[in-house]
């Protein structure tokens, strides 16, 4: 499984466009990139997943390179409730299930 | 409510007692996952059923036990716990097999082993 790389936390003010990087150079060829949110005491929430460009959709947009090596999600205009922890995630899908594995994950504080 | 659900939301328990954790999904999906989350530490997978067949079993204690009797439920029992597993216990499903790779999480159970 894929290992990944993310900044342990992050600090931005409310309106700003927040850009949360992750590495993950030994991403194989059939693995996806997910991103996903957590609020303290509750389950990790979807947010995006792509494979290789950029994705976007009405929560955040998802920048991948050529070489996929790593990934960077963005949030325009945060506000003080996008303040979460953000994991980023590679892995597969096969009849054996969703092989993920999370890391530690960014902390992003959004302040007033 | 994301469509999986857990209860009970909070326990408590002695080291001693015996209780279990339940999942449920009506989703359609056909692969189930518990996950354990302390604090200040990333989500372990602990258990995966994909067709209602374990899969993965990273380990685990045998002090717990998964068990899924159809692909929209999933329960881990847990008998003579220690205070160090204490923690947020999540249950997760997804469609295995389908290219789709999104994870449906639950609210968590928040186990306190006293």
């Known amino acids: 499984l894929a290992k990944t790389t993310q900044p342990i936390s992050m600090d931005s003010y409310e309106g700003q466009e927040v850009n949360i990087t992750c590495s993950h150079n030994n991403i194989a060829t059939n693995d996806y990139i997910t991103w996903y949110q957590q609020f303290p005491s509750q389950g990790p929430r979807f947010i995006i997943q792509g494979y290789k460009t950029k994705v976007t959709n009405e929560v955040a947009s998802l920048f991948i390179p050529a070489d996929r090596k790593s990934s960077t999600l963005s949030l325009p205009r945060v506000s003080l409730s996008d303040t979460a922890v953000y994991y980023c995630?590679?892995?597969?899908?096969?009849?054996?299930?969703?092989?993920?594995?999370f890391g530690g994950g960014t902390r992003l504080m959004v302040k007033p | 409510e994301t469509g999986v659900t857990q209860t009970p939301r909070h326990l408590v328990m002695g080291m001693t007692n015996k209780k279990s954790l339940k999942c449920e999904q009506h989703?359609?999906?056909?692969?189930m996952y518990w996950y354990k989350q302390s604090a200040k530490k990333p989500l372990e997978l602990m258990f995966v059923y994909s067709l209602e067949e374990r899969v993965e079993n990273n380990s685990v204690p045998s002090r717990f036990s998964p068990e899924c009797p159809n692909s929209s439920h999933l329960f881990l029992h847990l008998h003579t716990l220690q205070p160090e597993d204490s923690a947020l216990y999540l249950c997760?499903?997804?469609?295995?097999?389908?290219?789709?790779?999104?994870?449906?999480f639950g609210s968590g159970t928040r186990l306190t082993v006293v």
């Open positions: 989703l359609g999906h056909n692969a």
């Open positions: 997760a499903s997804s469609t295995s097999g389908t290219g789709d790779y999104g994870y449906t």
């Open positions: 995630l590679v892995g597969v899908s096969n009849n054996a299930g969703n092989m993920l594995t």
